[in-house]
């Protein structure tokens, strides 16, 4: 039973598996940040130095995420001691103060609700995974990095705001899309519509690929 929980994995477009911890900032339940978008990402653990460099990163980018209601999660299969010790070390050493919750996963059980562990990498330490649970508790996309290589904290500020954008004006974001590129127009869905696509005052490629400014 403990090895199916470790492989299962969340789906998009469903919601986000619930969850209680402990954490450096006292219990947490998923449930309870509802109305906030989620970044919960997982490290596989604590005094390491690609990690560290990824919380100095992370810290860096806090209050950018905070700003688009985004609530910043960490998570390891560490005790809230190390998670502690590691965040006064970091403080002390590097000068930086790591401002957002870190769960404490020893038995694993988050990790095992959200696919961190993949034994390929390592049955002892989560990979380095990204969630993104809107407000509503909706899964909107996940990143699985490996163990060796740190993230880029661009690209996960970036798509926030890509997934903020196509929910508030019902669009889709195209390539390499960063904010204020246009965005790209729903396919016409009818043989009416599009033949009236090309005279609708969009950037027309094709009946099938239009942009807007938004």
């Given at each position: ?7 299962s994995?969340?789906?998009?477009g ?76 970091i ?23 959200y ?21 509503k ?7 699985y990095?490996?163990l ?8 996960i500020i ?8 196509t929910?508030?004006?019902k ?17 016409p ?26």
């Open positions: 039973m403990e090895s199916e929980e470790c492989i994995f969340p789906v998009l469903e919601p986000a598996p619930d969850f209680t911890a402990e954490t450096t900032h006292g219990p947490i339940s998923l449930s309870s940040l509802k109305g906030k978008w989620v970044v919960l990402f997982s490290h596989p653990a604590d005094f390491t130095p690609v990690c560290t460099t990824e919380f100095l990163a992370f810290a860096a980018i806090h209050d950018e995420l905070a700003a688009l209601n985004v609530q910043l999660l960490g998570l390891s299969v560490d005790s809230v001691s190390s998670h502690l010790g590691w965040v006064h070390d403080k002390e050493k590097m000068g930086v103060q790591i401002p957002f919750p870190i769960i404490a996963d020893l038995n694993m059980k988050v990790a095992g609700k696919g961190m562990i993949h034994p390929g990498q390592s049955t002892t330490a989560a990979v380095r995974c990204v969630f993104f649970i809107d407000d508790g909706i899964m909107r996309a996940m990143i990095y490996p060796q290589n740190g993230r880029y904290m661009p690209e970036r798509l926030v705001k890509a997934l903020q954008t929910d508030k004006y669009v889709s974001t195209p390539a390499n899309w960063q904010p204020g590129d246009k965005v790209v127009v729903a396919p869905k009818t043989a009416a519509e599009m033949e009236k696509r090309q005279s609708e005052g969009y950037e027309y490629k094709d009946w099938y690929l239009c942009y807007k400014n938004i």
